[in-house]
Nanobody, 124 residues
């Protein structure tokens, strides 16, 4: 089983930055793609960013392009989401996900493993 644990969420003010972390572990921690999603109350889970673990190719949602950056540290089996210039509209639960399918994917159905989520609240 692959296990994902997010951390780094919290309460910040508009314009601030946060960096989320996602540590991946398990007996067979082999995957091709990592991604970040978020879900606000009453809304569907929204794709934010995806990275192919082998090629480092990335993809971003238009809503966060230029503000958010996905990265990874292979030695630590950790993915990161650097979030800058945060807005109240960024308030949500943030989830990391891992996929055994190569390439970058924006749909939740391509991801087999999910973390428990970390809450981000941005005040105005």
């Amino acid at each position: 089983q692959v296990q994902l644990v997010e951390s780094g969420g919290g309460l910040v003010q508009a314009g601030d930055s946060l960096r989320l972390s996602c540590v991946v572990s398990g007996r067979t921690p082999f995957w091709y793609t990592m991604a970040w999603f978020r879900q606000a109350p009453g809304k569907e889970r929204e794709f934010l960013a995806s990275m192919d673990w082998i090629s480092s190719v990335t993809d971003y949602a238009d809503s966060v392009k230029g503000r958010f950056t996905i990265s990874r540290d292979n030695a630590k089996n950790t993915a990161y989401l650097q979030m800058n210039t945060l807005k109240p509209a960024d308030t949500a639960d943030y989830y990391c996900a891992a996929s055994r399918l190569p390439g970058v994917h924006i749909e939740t159905r391509y991801y087999q493993y999910w973390g428990q989520g970390t809450q981000v609240t941005v005040s105005s």
